[in-house]
């Protein structure tokens, strides 16, 4: 039996990074040509944390699954790729289980046009390290992979965090998983997998553990495994399987146990797919804050989001520097379909009040307008 108590002087682990003395990788530029949605775009990303928004089906979830399953093959850096065919399989291997196309064919990832097409994109690390892939729409299992600086890729865990959580569910999920066909994205047994680990030995740094602060606030708990099990243990209330747990609350518990288990530190690079999903809105607030705190560890975080409370927490940190005086440098983008091309571009600010097309605060204002149509009439 594990009990995580979310105090400074509780059980903690170190961080790898650090202690290893190698510095964190972030991603500095997405850029990509035919995929999905996108004709032809090049992003540049801030190396703290990035906000993107916009209506559905304009490719939120398709970049941050993009980027995750460029980096995931090498996260653990590339002792293992020992050849060619064993670097082009572990990308494409990555690729058809992250994004599961139609009898795991990549080619159907590339825009659809009529005749031969072929996608390519590139992600662009630190010290100009390069990962470029490409492959055309005929194509099942092959793709051509160039890797640039291959010799300074440094180690980094890139954790995938979807909108379902995934702690109540990771006692048989892995085995499951890897035996039978089942019908989710590869991100979720990737993080299960994170979440089947045991705790790490040694002290947090001072950043983990004002992380760990900034959750203990809101759970007011411990979190205990056994058994492969994790409950919440309140203080005069007992222990709460994470399945009797709101989905705020468990996702919260997975973030605590991936910090204590050493799988999130100073050098991970975190995709977090709307975390607003089935949370309270007074917690948005508390959440918002623990994204900073990882951030000022060093993690370089990218959050999908629909949702206003999210969207203006980040805000108020880039409007007024009194509340972000670590100077962490928060980038917004809005995804959007232009409407005489009707191809998806975006909009990238350093403040979300500056953003041309903002689909959160657009239906924020619609809706001001109705309720004033309704006390006031036309």
């Not at 209506?55 to 790729?81: A, Q």
């Not at 291959?150 to 979807?162: E, G, Q, S």
């Not at 191809?343 to 307008?369: C, G, P, W």
Request: with cysteine; net charge negative; aromatic share 10%.
């Amino acid at each position: 039996m594990w009990y995580i108590k979310l105090k400074e002087n509780a059980i903690t682990i170190s961080d790898q990074g650090s202690k290893n003395g190698v510095s964190s990788m972030k991603i500095k530029i997405l850029s990509l040509e035919n995929f999905m949605l996108f004709e032809k775009e090049e992003i540049n990303w801030s190396k703290n944390i990035n906000i993107i928004c916009g209506e559905n089906s304009t490719g939120k979830t398709t970049l941050l699954k993009l980027m995750y399953s460029v980096l995931k093959p090498i996260s653990k850096g590339i002792e293992r790729i020992t050849s060619k065919e064993i670097e082009e399989k572990l990308f494409v291997d990555k690729l058809q289980g992250v994004f599961r196309p139609d009898e795991m064919k990549i080619g159907r990832l590339v825009s659809r046009k009529q005749g031969s097409n072929r996608t390519d994109f590139t992600v662009v690390l630190d010290r100009n390290q390069e990962i470029s892939i490409g492959f055309g729409n005929r194509q099942t299992n092959h793709m051509d992979v160039k890797m640039e600086q291959a010799n300074l890729l440094t180690k980094c865990d890139v954790i995938y965090i979807p909108t379902r959580e995934m702690i109540s569910t990771t006692e048989h999920f892995t085995s499951l998983y890897e035996e039978y066909h089942l019908d989710f994205e590869e991100m979720y047994y990737d993080l299960a997998k994170l979440l089947d680990r045991p705790l790490s030995k040694g002290p947090n740094t001072n950043e983990q553990n004002q992380v760990l602060k900034s959750f203990e606030k809101i759970m007011k708990g411990q979190i205990v495994r056994k058994d492969r099990k994790f409950y919440l243990k309140i203080r005069g209330e007992g222990e709460f399987e994470m399945g009797l747990l709101s989905d705020g609350y468990r996702k919260l518990s997975m973030i605590v146990y991936l910090i204590l288990s050493g799988s999130m530190g100073k050098n991970t690079i975190l995709f977090w797919d709307e975390p607003e999903t089935n949370m309270n809105p007074k917690m948005i607030r508390p959440i918002v804050q623990a994204i900073v705190a990882l951030a000022k560890m060093g993690v370089q975080i990218f959050v999908t989001t629909h949702d206003y409370f999210v969207q203006q927490e980040f805000n108020m940190l880039t409007v007024y520097p009194e509340l972000n005086q670590d100077n962490l440098d928060i980038q917004f983008m809005s995804l959007y379909k232009d409407e005489e091309t009707e191809t998806v571009t975006f909009d990238t600010q350093r403040t979300a009040s500056d953003l041309k097309h903002n689909a959160i605060m657009e239906e924020f204002d619609a809706m001001y307008d109705r309720e004033q149509e309704v006390i006031y009439g036309d």
